[in-house]
DNA sequence: GCAGATTATGTAAACGTTTACAATCAATTT
DNA sequence: AAATTGATTGTAAACGTTTACATAATCTGC
């Protein structure tokens, strides 16, 4: 690989000049730029980013990072779609550190994307107290955080109101008469759980109906989880007439248990599941489904964090998304 | 961020000796190594990456750039999680790009990535004769190709008897008694389309049926393709009693509409799929199809580029992967 | 008590850029 | 014609590491 002492050779000018015609910042001959471009075109010379990058100040590095719990989740698959459309637009190249819910290898990806210069960071965090973030955030890096917020943290956030997706979600199966319905939550230590939570005794509350604890099932946000916890649900005395499950692992899930014992959906099971999937559609029946846009996460986390490299005095904000409730045919009135 | 220089004073010892307490290659005195480490420690050092990279010479830079041309396609998000966790483990990160099929934007990629000298890239080609990678090669870098191949180049390639597995689904379905079995093929211009292609062919002849040009329809290789598709071929006078579809997001858009339509899955229409996916078993009925692991492809090809990277005059090598056949609920016995 | 080995540390160059500053030269002004 | 200006180019330092080489101090065996 070529390297700029090269090019210059080669145009028989200073490695100053070449450097000029590559940023054309500064006014060179345009007979030396022809020259130079020659050369450059010659040797196939690609300039080369790690001593770019060693040399130039911040927010001109062009690279940002992205620190996610789970890359087999769909969800997490549309908000990578989301950054990395902005990003790539802006010039910017996204590095992914997936840390599959392993909170020593998300300290390790803050590191090396620390280590590695990066101008900012979107990142999902572990849980509500992630002490690995603060240290990002203490070494003055552009992060804005997705999905789950940070306690007691003035920090960039975008994320969706769970609890009214999840409220609105309830409602819908207590308007078709449901009133044993349960739920398989995410994992309990992250926010968006809890928050999910909220919007189910929230409705239940509202419309009178009792809680059964039996129903209520915490998973650590798998499939197979998922699969498990359905299985109890299904094998209950009284088995719920529905069920709300909190991610679209578990969706997935509890679908493979409830088909494989041979329950039809939806006539003797409704299902609701969050996050909605663009082949939703291809379940059968089709899934209806709290639709939380990870697409759209992500366009907002990019654009957020870019403004928060070019102007880092910039006051912290928090974009709440809305969720929207796509009905489908998974559930009936009974 | 505290540079070596940094530590080096608090430590009152020469940057020299920090970076070899950091390295652990010379001898230094066990006093000396506690000042230096708790100087490292007070101000929370983390060595720079970039400026590492820039110095040490190829293969201790611990960066390999895998492209790819759809992360929203399940398969490679398997290929991912196979590549990340072998590299993890050789404590190598990883940088993705997705380039969309869009064999611009691969260029792109390929050259950032040299850019950023990783040492060496994974890659599945836009197409059998990308000339992208070919100038990647003559950079001598370390390459394995995925998925597809490089026409007439000796490289590395991890891929899948794609001809075998198709001709297995294929037999299968004739077993069954099907005679109209119609497929919906991936792009034209992707190696393996043409392989699968053959499979389906080889099939049909050996069983000496007439294959129905009506019933042989080429997608791009997406979601709505295959919706689309599929409403053509349940549209014709004379429907297939079976269709086999190229790939994962072929085969949902396909089950799409077979459910609008209320067509009967196997009853309808029996359907196998290539690419198996971890929640097969939650469609209705559950999916039978061609798993190919994505998992063990990414594996491979990561284990066979640090290879290539520790050891450059290696020969090239191609592992063709066995598919496999899952047999589930989704055709029937005519 | 000294040559030579051993141990421990420091100095400085190098990786490939960007950029402040200096230097050169021709053209313009006074 | 000296001085100023402007255009163009070159020189060298800097970014944060690693590492070859030099240096200094201690030790070994005689």
């Known amino acids: 690989m070529a390297s700029l002492k090269q090019v210059a050779e080669r145009a028989n000018v200073s490695i100053a000049t070449v450097s000029r015609v590559l940023n054309n910042k500064d006014i060179v001959n345009p007979e030396t730029r022809a020259k130079v471009e020659n050369a450059i075109r010659d040797l196939n010379y690609l300039p080369n980013r790690v001593a770019q990058r060693l040399r130039s100040t ?33 010039q910017f190249v996204v590095m992914i550190g997936n840390f599959s819910q392993d909170e020593e290898k998300e300290r390790l990806y803050l590191d090396i994307f620390q280590s590695e210069e990066v101008d900012g960071m979107i990142v999902a965090p572990a849980h509500g107290r992630d002490q690995n973030i603060l240290k990002v955030l203490e070494n003055n890096f552009a992060v804005v955080c997705i999905d789950r917020g940070l306690a007691d943290v003035d920090v960039d956030v975008v994320k969706v109101d769970n609890e009214e997706g999840v409220f609105g979600a309830i409602e819908y199966l207590i308007s078709l008469g449901h009133k044993r319905i349960a739920h398989i939550t995410g994992m309990p230590q992250i926010p968006t759980t809890a928050e999910r939570v909220k919007g189910f005794e929230r409705a239940m509350k509202k419309h009178g109906i009792k809680i059964d604890p039996d129903l209520i099932r915490p998973s650590n946000s798998s499939y197979e989880s998922g699969a498990e916890l359905m299985a109890e649900l299904l094998s209950l005395k009284k088995p719920p007439t529905a069920v709300f499950t909190a991610n679209n692992l578990i969706t997935l899930g509890a679908l493979r248990t409830i088909h494989e014992r041979g329950c039809k959906v939806p006539d003797d099971i409704s299902i609701i599941g969050f996050d909605d999937m663009y082949w939703s559609m291809s379940l059968n029946p089709p899934l ?3 639709r939380q846009s990870g697409y759209e996460i992500g366009k907002r986390a990019a654009s957020m964090l870019l403004a928060g490299i070019f102007t880092p005095q910039r006051s912290k904000r928090q974009v709440v998304l809305p969720t929207e409730l796509i009905v489908r045919k998974s559930c009936r009135r009974i």
């Open 58 to 90: 911040s927010s001109k590095k062009k690279l940002i990072g992205v620190v996610l719990p789970d890359v087999q989740n769909p969800f997490y698959v549309d908000v990578i779609r989301g950054i990395e459309e902005t990003a790539y637009r802006n």
């Open 288 to 290: 209806t489904a709290v």
